[in-house]
């Protein structure tokens, strides 16, 4: 029997096909692109998956062209970014609840309103290659609801369903901004309050956050200059980075690049390289060759500051609780005088007081950098802020007794959320024998800094990620009676 045609509810939307009832299914569609996009948000939504794991596996595996493999990468991480926005789209145009949908299906659609409302991609080609998209996984009934559900979605632009749908501008602006530039409402909140006076700038915070980020590239020190590495990479000079070379936005996996290959250049954003080079710039009162990073996963700042110390004949030592993950930063840093441990920070056995400058690059939310994790939004909860906290400055109290008297200790953390930056900063402070510094004067050459003493970096100043930074001292120790 053949499945019942999509009907439409009271309000012209349709309700899906009825349960049960699906019409045989057809092979898939050779739509590379589509086909790898849909196959990544299924692992995202079954398996909590990272899509930028998942996709540049799958664009490899597959061997799609660069024409296909841009195509899928903008989709997938398009429709990610966008959950929040397509879902509150999707649940206008059906009667079904979204949580309802079959989950497949749902991650078609997604896609499907993604190129509908967010690409030029012509209506009559979003819409029929989503729909061969869910035939061939779920079936014809479903393939008739898809097309159904985008025919209505086809009906408004992205701007007119935000106009319908979103809270009103002028009594709830936050909440309508939230939904505008597709962040759930208490990212927004928290952005706005990290923004204090200048909270007129949520919008263009937002709307940074919610654009697919630029590649930042980091030249190693001492083997290539950041001149020499964008002349090989096509890229440009970054703007406040010694080391940093910036690459446009969908210029290839920069995992290819010759100097990526060679370990003579490594892919980290400018924000990152600006928050470890702050530790190494104020005065250490002292010796300043033994260097710490005490949460060194994924081990991008332990490359860089290896890098560093070296040039001066120094050490670091890089902690990493995950074995696996230290495994991975011993290969990242194998040329460099870092030796790794897995351990806990908080308890890592090494000697009290036994070094000059140590990160605290400390476990966060992630807030800051939404546009290089698409999906991490959607993910996150008001309620991990809490406890990622009290991590946070349990992991500051072990760097200051490490940290030798006279010593320099940053606190980093790629968030602008007040409650893990600057309350964790300021609780740190009142410690005994911690005295925090204004970290702006070692952030040379970058605007906009704000009123110190912590430094909140942000895409839409300075084309970074939001990463927050705030540096202390330790005290020489007192004198004994």
């Given at each position: 029997?053949?499945?019942?045609?999509?009907?439409?509810?009271?309000?012209?939307?349709?309700?899906?096909?009825?349960?049960?009832?699906?019409?045989?299914?057809?092979?898939?569609?050779?739509?590379?692109?589509?086909?790898?996009?849909?196959?990544?948000?299924?692992?995202?939504?079954?398996?909590?998956?990272?899509?930028?794991?998942?996709?540049?596996?799958?664009?490899?595996?597959?061997?799609?062209?660069?024409?296909?493999?841009?195509?899928?990468?903008?989709?997938?991480?398009?429709?990610?970014?966008?959950?929040?926005?397509?879902?509150?789209?999707?649940?206008?145009?059906?009667?079904?609840?979204?949580?309802?949908?079959?989950?497949?299906?749902?991650?078609?659609?997604?896609?499907?309103?993604?190129?509908?409302?967010?690409?030029?991609?012509?209506?009559?080609?979003?819409?029929?290659?989503?729909?061969?998209?869910?035939?061939?996984?779920?079936?014809?009934?479903?393939?008739?609801?898809?097309?159904?559900?985008?025919?209505?979605?086809?009906?408004?632009?992205?701007?007119?369903?935000?106009?319908?749908?979103?809270?009103?501008?002028?009594?709830?602006?936050?909440?309508?901004?939230?939904?505008?530039?597709?962040?759930?409402?208490?990212?927004?909140?928290?952005?706005?309050?990290?923004?204090?006076?200048?909270?007129?700038?949520?919008?263009?915070?937002?709307?940074?956050?919610?654009?697919?980020?630029?590649?930042?590239?980091?030249?190693?020190?001492?083997?290539?200059?950041?001149?020499?590495?964008?002349?090989?990479?096509?890229?440009?000079?970054?703007?406040?980075?010694?080391?940093?070379?910036?690459?446009?936005a969908g210029a290839g996996d920069p995992?290819?690049?010759?100097?990526?290959?060679?370990?003579?250049?490594?892919?980290?954003?400018?924000?990152?390289?600006?928050?470890?080079?702050?530790?190494?710039?104020?005065?250490?009162?002292g010796s300043d060759l033994r260097w710490?990073?005490?949460?060194?996963?994924?081990?991008?700042?332990?490359?860089?500051?290896?890098?560093?110390?070296?040039?001066?004949?120094?050490?670091?030592?890089?902690?990493?609780?995950?074995?696996?993950?230290?495994?991975?930063?011993?290969?990242?840093?194998?040329?460099?005088?870092?030796?790794?441990?897995?351990?806990?920070?908080?308890?890592?056995?090494?000697?009290?007081?036994?070094?000059?400058?140590?990160?605290?690059?400390?476990?966060?939310?992630?807030?800051?950098?939404?546009?290089?994790?698409?999906?991490?939004?959607?993910?996150?909860?008001?309620?991990?802020?809490?406890?990622?906290?009290?991590?946070?400055?349990?992991?500051?109290?072990?760097?200051?007794e490490l940290v030798r008297p006279g010593?320099?200790?940053?606190?980093?953390?790629?968030?602008?959320?007040?409650?893990?930056?600057?309350?964790?900063?300021?609780?740190?402070?009142?410690?005994?024998?911690?005295?925090?510094?204004?970290?702006?004067?070692?952030?040379?050459?970058?605007?906009?800094?704000?009123?110190?003493?912590?430094?909140?970096?942000?895409?839409?100043?300075?084309?970074?990620?939001?990463?927050?930074?705030?540096?202390?001292?330790?005290?020489?120790?007192?004198?004994?009676?």
């Open positions: 029997m053949s499945p019942s045609p999509a009907r439409r509810d009271r309000r012209g939307g349709p309700s899906g096909p009825p349960r049960g009832r699906q019409g045989p299914r057809r092979p898939p569609t050779q739509d590379a692109a589509r086909d790898a996009a849909l196959d990544t948000l299924t692992a995202v939504r079954e398996k909590d998956a990272y899509a930028n794991l998942v996709l540049p596996r799958l664009l490899r595996d597959r061997r799609l062209t660069t024409r296909d493999a841009g195509l899928a990468t903008e989709l997938t991480y398009g429709a990610c970014r966008a959950f929040g926005l397509l879902d509150t789209v999707l649940g206008d145009c059906s009667d079904r609840p979204v949580d309802e949908i079959d989950g497949v299906v749902l991650d078609a659609l997604r896609l499907g309103c993604y190129q509908l409302l967010r690409t030029r991609i012509p209506t009559h080609a979003a819409v029929s290659a989503t729909v061969e998209l869910v035939r061939g996984r779920a079936g014809s009934g479903a393939a008739g609801f898809a097309n159904a559900v985008l025919r209505r979605v086809s009906e408004r632009t992205e701007d007119e369903w935000v106009e319908l749908l979103a809270p009103d501008a002028t009594s709830d602006p936050i909440g309508h901004l939230a939904l505008r530039h597709a962040h759930p409402r208490w990212v927004a909140e928290a952005f706005a309050a990290a923004l204090g006076d200048a909270r007129d700038e949520l919008a263009e915070a937002l709307a940074a956050d919610d654009a697919r980020p630029a590649v930042h590239l980091v030249a190693r020190p001492g083997e290539i200059s950041s001149a020499e590495l964008a002349a090989v990479t096509g890229g440009d000079e970054a703007p406040y980075s010694p080391y940093g070379v910036r690459l446009e995992a290819d690049l010759e100097p990526v290959r060679e370990r003579l250049a490594g892919v980290q954003d400018e924000g990152s390289q600006l928050a470890a080079l702050a530790l190494t710039r104020p005065p250490a009162e710490l990073d005490l949460c060194a996963g994924p081990g991008g700042k332990a490359a860089l500051l290896g890098a560093l110390v070296s040039l001066d004949g120094g050490t670091l030592d890089a902690v990493e609780p995950a074995a696996h993950r230290a495994d991975l930063i011993r290969s990242l840093v194998r040329e460099l005088p870092v030796t790794v441990h897995v351990g806990d920070g908080r308890d890592s056995g090494l000697p009290a007081g036994g070094f000059d400058r140590v990160l605290v690059d400390a476990p966060c939310t992630g807030l800051g950098a939404l546009r290089r994790r698409p999906e991490a939004r959607w993910r996150r909860r008001p309620s991990d802020v809490a406890e990622l906290a009290r991590l946070q400055g349990e992991l500051l109290r072990a760097a200051f010593g320099v200790v940053a606190y980093v953390v790629c968030s602008p959320h007040l409650s893990e930056t600057v309350e964790v900063a300021r609780q740190a402070a009142r410690l005994p024998g911690v005295v925090q510094l204004d970290a702006r004067p070692f952030f040379p050459d970058v605007p906009a800094l704000g009123d110190g003493p912590g430094v909140q970096l942000w895409p839409h100043r300075h084309g970074t990620d939001a990463m927050f930074c705030a540096l202390f001292r330790r005290e020489a120790a007192a004198p004994t009676a």
